[in-house]
């Protein structure tokens, strides 16, 4: 699976987006060998895998420019990089409780010339600034995920959605949905990817203003 399932579902990429895509399967390669933040099943199913699923929220949400976005535990960058290379005036602040993997954030990001994400080994709670979207990828259940980053929203909104989460999940959430006692919209991701992979994969977004 190559950089062209990228393009299948967002072909008014520029040619600097797409050269930017097509070089993240090398660059993790390379990552991977020294770090392990994909698992080695999964590092040929990067596209589809991390980098479409990471672009889910894309579909969901279109962030203007001069958005603020936190994503918490990027892990090696996702869904933060994708979403970063598709939103080149937004701002994104990746965090990871886990310095290693920051590491691999700013080795990728630097290497493919990102100018807008800035990456902290922290956590989310110890950051200092407030965002209009919060992103993460099933880091936990949403109920102790709303607490670490329930604080971290600016209080004017100004994209066609409200500030709030957005969350990449997967299975049945009718529990953990409950038990998070939130208002939430969910968008099903095979809604807009026909790859078997999304079949149970959704968007939650969680509005906090």
Request: charged share 25%.
């Amino acid at each position: 699976m190559n950089s062209d399932i990228i393009f299948k579902y967002f072909p008014e990429l520029t040619a600097e987006q797409k050269s930017q895509y097509e070089a993240l399967y090398d660059l993790y390669q390379d990552w991977n060998r020294q770090i392990n933040v994909i698992s080695r099943k999964d590092i040929d199913e990067l596209y589809v895998r991390h980098i479409l699923h990471s672009l889910g929220i894309a579909k969901v949400m279109s962030f203007k420019p001069g958005t603020a976005v936190l994503d918490v535990g990027t892990g090696g960058g996702f869904p933060g990089i994708p979403l970063a290379i598709m939103f080149p005036e937004t701002r994104f602040t990746l965090v990871d409780s886990i310095g290693k993997k920051i590491k691999v954030v700013n080795g990728v990001s630097q290497s493919i010339g990102l100018q807008n994400v800035e990456a902290f080994h922290s956590r989310a709670e110890q950051l200092a600034d407030n965002y209009d979207f919060v992103v993460s990828r099933a880091v936990t259940r949403l109920k102790p995920f709303y607490q670490w980053v329930k604080n971290k929203f600016k209080t004017d909104s100004f994209n066609d959605l409200k500030n709030g989460i957005l969350y990449l999940k997967g299975g049945d959430l009718s529990e953990e949905l409950k038990e998070a006692k939130k208002k939430y919209e969910i968008y099903d991701l095979p809604n807009y990817f026909e790859e078997e992979f999304f079949e149970t994969k959704k968007v939650v977004y969680v509005p906090v203003v």
